[in-house]
């Protein structure tokens, strides 16, 4: 979908653009090549997959820590994931209606992220000149591994490793690429970027559930061939995510405790674990994603409610 594009106005700011921080040049250098190497995911809009999901990203959540992380790993060593964000309304220096984020593992529960995003006002993909060491499930001082690298991170960029204790409790650490940032501006950009590493976050718990799948959609063969030609990137295989309900003899009913009755109403989408004492269907294990249905007893009356989706810390 996004991933050729993205190649192509990078290069593009490269020819067009001077770029003082050999930081950010090595950077952009990097991300064409990972882009190339990735497995890519399209996750459409960020308003549809992010809504069911308001319980768990809610003003107090911790992004890749705690229930939103139990779950979650990287299914590929380097993946880009892109999504569009449409808010109408919006000032157009405000803007960002296609979002995209790439990720390197760099072990189990340790990848690096990118943010890349289409603003309206350039009309064209931008790398932020911040990069995101992220840890699951664990602190920068809980992790050995993590808080050398950072370190050393810190070091050759020109920023005092003094600092670091101060992000020991964090498990995203920004890492500007300039050495001019002031902790103002960092602090600044990893608000601007917190809505992208969200929706990364949200699609890592969808895909490790047993129930939501992956489906490849290949580019059409002759236009690749034709792009390759005109020495343009060729175009990706892209996947999309799928939910594939597990068959059974039993419906997707939810059973109350005997003798209860409620309302009928719409249950929000939401994740079942099921464990070995109480599996699904008398068989199944593990995380399932569990879509939005309507359940109760239409005796008992209905039950009509209005979602809206409102702003909060963490760009939601």
Known sequence: M?????????????????LPEPGYKHAMSLVIDSIKNAQHFHLGSFQEFITPLDKIFHDECRAFFGECGENIRLPYKTCWFEFEDIVPGLPIEEDVPKRGVLTMEMDKDFFLAWIISWPKTFKRWVLSPQMYFVTIGKNVYEHDKFR???????????LPVSSLPAHYESNIFPLPLSRKFGADEIIGLAGDDQRDLVALNAALMLLSCKNVTTEENLPPAKLNKKRKKNGKPELFVYKTLKLVLPSGTSSQKEYLPSGEKVKIHLCRGHF????????LF??????????????GDKNEGIVVKDYALSSGKNGI
């Open 272 to 279: 079942k674990n099921y464990t070995k004492d109480s599996p």
């Open 2 to 18: 996004y991933g050729h594009h993205v190649i192509e106005d990078l290069k593009l700011s490269q020819k067009q653009y001077s």
């Open 282 to 295: 008398g068989r199944y294990t593990g995380l399932y994603w569990w879509q939005a249905h309507i359940r």
């Open 148 to 158: 050398n690298l950072v370190s050393g991170f810190m070091g050759k960029s020109g």
